[in-house]
């Protein structure tokens, strides 16, 4: 079975440009989450979808944004990008309902 | 907000040794899993013990969970270099959210 796939692997941007990463959940996971892993703050929760709804969210500004499609694939938006949104940021899925969540290999932002 | 505290942040240690790693947390939970991750690549699931669990197998790893004292640990018997890598906990309170702690780096010599 094919794991979390996420798109592109890495993703070069300038400051306040807008950055999309994309991520395909194991097949039939419902639920798919996404986190960042910045340097210094380990991993932090984003967002969390299921179903096609955000179902929570964690303290990040609106400008990081997202969706799921009916596919159960999703995207992050991240816009007027900053500096310190340089990080790796990972998918991961789930079948939901505090099972196991199975991440992808991630796409590490870096902004120039 | 960091949930989970790993103990020691670095270890290193020789093949064949067994390797524990603790993690604390501050909140009741539903349940915490133990992550891998090897070099700034994905989080691999290792193991997940629910709160009216005390202790769980799989493989060379075993994990305890102390409620009453808001504790885990993740011991790794007979290491190997593969093993070498970062070891995350992470809590889920209920949300479907994991909280994850900063890590322990585990380092194992041939």
């Known amino acids: 079975e094919a794991g979390v796939t996420q798109s592109p692997t890495h993703l070069i941007k300038t400051r306040g440009q807008q950055a999309t990463l994309r991520c395909s959940p194991i097949?039939?996971?419902?639920?798919v989450y996404w986190y960042q892993q910045a340097l210094g703050l380990g991993l932090q929760f984003l967002l969390w979808?299921?179903?096609?709804?955000?179902?929570n969210r964690g303290n990040f500004p609106p400008r990081f944004s997202g969706r799921q499609f009916p596919n159960y694939s999703s995207e992050l938006n991240v816009n007027a990008l900053e500096l310190e949104d340089s990080a790796l940021y990972l998918c991961?899925?789930?079948?939901?309902?505090?099972?196991?969540?199975?991440f992808g290999d991630g796409t590490r932002l870096s902004i120039l | 907000s960091q949930q989970g505290e790993e103990d020691p942040q670095a270890l290193s240690i020789q093949e064949g040794e067994n390797a524990t790693m603790n993690c604390s947390y501050k909140?009741?939970?539903?349940?915490l899993q133990w992550y891998r991750q090897n070099s700034g690549r994905g989080l691999v699931h290792l193991i997940l013990?629910?709160?009216?669990?005390r202790e769980k197998h799989s493989g060379r790893l075993r994990v305890t969970l102390d409620t009453s004292k808001k504790s885990s640990s993740l011991l790794i018997t007979a290491s190997r270099a593969a093993d070498t890598a970062s070891y995350f906990c992470?809590?889920?309170?209920?949300?479907?959210?994991?909280?994850f702690g900063k890590g322990t780096m585990l380092l194992v010599s041939p």
């Open positions: 909140t009741s939970i539903n349940n």
């Open positions: 013990i629910r709160s009216n669990e």
């Open positions: 979808y299921d179903e096609g709804e955000e179902r």
């Open positions: 991961a899925s789930s079948l939901g309902g505090f099972q196991p969540q199975h």
């Open positions: 097949s039939g996971h419902t639920s």
């Open positions: 992470a809590t889920d309170k209920g949300y479907s959210t994991l909280t």
